[in-house]
């Protein structure tokens, strides 16, 4: 259920909402708002498309070998940094054989989920992960792609009977053991995403509704006790939204090394 729906929202499905309905009818699905047949979480799922590939654009116009700007700084960053823990890093880490060439995917994902977790920091926006849907798509691309990877490295029979163990007698025990678990994967990555960004928008949106009943309460007291008050819904907000880019960087995080862990131990056997 959605809570907020945005303008952008409104302005999408005022121009697309027909055409949207019309295909929706040709595949047989029924929308649950007729009259907001594109919900939030699509709409701004594509514009955290938009934006990362303007921003892709944009820093790729200004790379520069003699003079590197902020911009191409904060990009090398995210690649690899000292700290170890850019995209390239942690898949050389975990990947110990062509780990690099799972960059573009992983960084991909990473990046978009780092986008769609910070997009409510601006109050025309919201986050296309508080929708369980969207993190359960980006789970079930990394399920996919890291399953293809096993098998194009190990072949299908290769991959599959990696799942039994080097211990034969034990293999009927651990295969279907293995198989619960790397398939619960989807749901491990979805179910963490979902929650934690879930749960830092309803933080910081009842804290601030407490701190203006606060303010509300103490107007009706006073106008200088409600203009005293008010100071905390002003100031508070600052707090969870630095909690939230918070969550959002570190969700991003574990968006990333996971899918590296994973790819690591689905081609393991490689040589």
Same mark, same amino acid.
């Given at each position: 259920?959605?809570?907020?729906?945005?303008?952008?929202?409104?302005?999408?499905?005022?121009?697309?909402?027909?055409?949207?309905?019309?295909?929706?009818?040709?595949?047989?699905?029924?929308?649950?708002?007729?009259?907001?047949?594109?919900?939030?979480?699509?709409?701004?799922?594509?514009?955290?498309?938009?934006?990362?590939?303007?921003?892709?654009?944009?820093?790729?116009?200004?790379?520069?070998?003699?003079?590197?700007?902020?911009?191409?700084?904060?990009?090398?960053?995210?690649?690899?940094?000292?700290?170890?823990?850019?995209?390239?890093?942690?898949?050389?880490?975990?990947?110990?054989?062509?780990?690099?060439?799972?960059?573009?995917?992983?960084?991909?994902?990473?990046?978009?989920?780092?986008?769609?977790? $910070?997009?409510? =920091?601006?109050? &025309? *926006?919201?986050?296309?992960?508080?929708? #369980?849907? %969207?993190? !359960?798509?980006?789970?079930?691309?990394?399920?996919?792609?890291?399953?293809?990877?096993?098998?194009?490295?190990?072949?299908?029979?290769?991959?599959?009977?990696?799942?039994?163990?080097?211990?034969?007698?034990?293999?009927?025990?651990?295969?279907?053991?293995?198989?619960?678990?790397?398939?619960?994967?989807?749901?491990?990555?979805?179910?963490?995403?979902?929650?934690?960004?879930?749960?830092?928008?309803?933080?910081?949106?009842?804290?601030?509704?407490?701190?203006?009943?606060?303010?509300?309460?103490?107007?009706?007291?006073?106008?200088? $006790?409600?203009? =005293?008050?008010? &100071? *905390?819904?002003?100031?508070?907000?600052? #707090?969870? %939204?630095? !909690?939230?880019?918070?969550?959002?960087?570190?969700?991003?995080?574990?968006?990333?090394?996971?899918?590296?862990?994973?790819?690591?131990?689905?081609?393991?056997?490689?040589?």
């Amino acid at each position: 259920m959605e809570q907020h729906v945005s303008w952008i929202t409104q302005f999408v499905n005022h121009y697309l909402g027909g055409a949207a309905l019309v295909l929706l009818a040709a595949l047989h699905i029924h929308p649950n708002n007729p009259k907001m047949p594109i919900p939030e979480h699509v709409v701004m799922g594509l514009v955290v498309l938009v934006l990362g590939t303007l921003l892709a654009l944009w820093v790729r116009s200004r790379l520069s070998v003699e003079r590197p700007g902020s911009s191409q700084q904060i990009a090398e960053m995210l690649l690899t940094n000292p700290m170890g823990f850019g995209i390239r890093d942690l898949l050389d880490e975990n990947v110990h054989h062509g780990g690099r060439k799972f960059i573009s995917m992983v960084g991909s994902i990473g990046l978009f989920v780092l986008l769609a977790n $910070l997009l409510s =920091v601006f109050p &025309v *926006f919201s986050s296309a992960t508080v929708n #369980a849907s %969207v993190p !359960l798509a980006c789970a079930s691309l990394v399920f996919i792609y890291f399953v293809y990877q096993g098998m194009r490295t190990q072949g299908v029979l290769g991959y599959i009977k990696h799942f039994a163990g080097d211990i034969r007698w034990l293999s009927p025990l651990i295969f279907p053991v293995e198989i619960i678990s790397t398939m619960a994967r989807v749901l491990s990555l979805t179910v963490r995403l979902w929650a934690n960004i879930l749960a830092s928008d309803l933080i910081y949106g009842i804290f601030l509704g407490l701190f203006a009943g606060m303010s509300t309460w103490g107007w009706e007291k006073s106008p200088v $006790l409600g203009v =005293v008050l008010a &100071v *905390f819904p002003a100031i508070i907000p600052i #707090a969870f %939204v630095g !909690l939230h880019i918070f969550v959002s960087i570190v969700q991003a995080y574990i968006f990333t090394i996971l899918p590296s862990v994973y790819l690591g131990l689905a081609t393991e056997h490689e040589h």
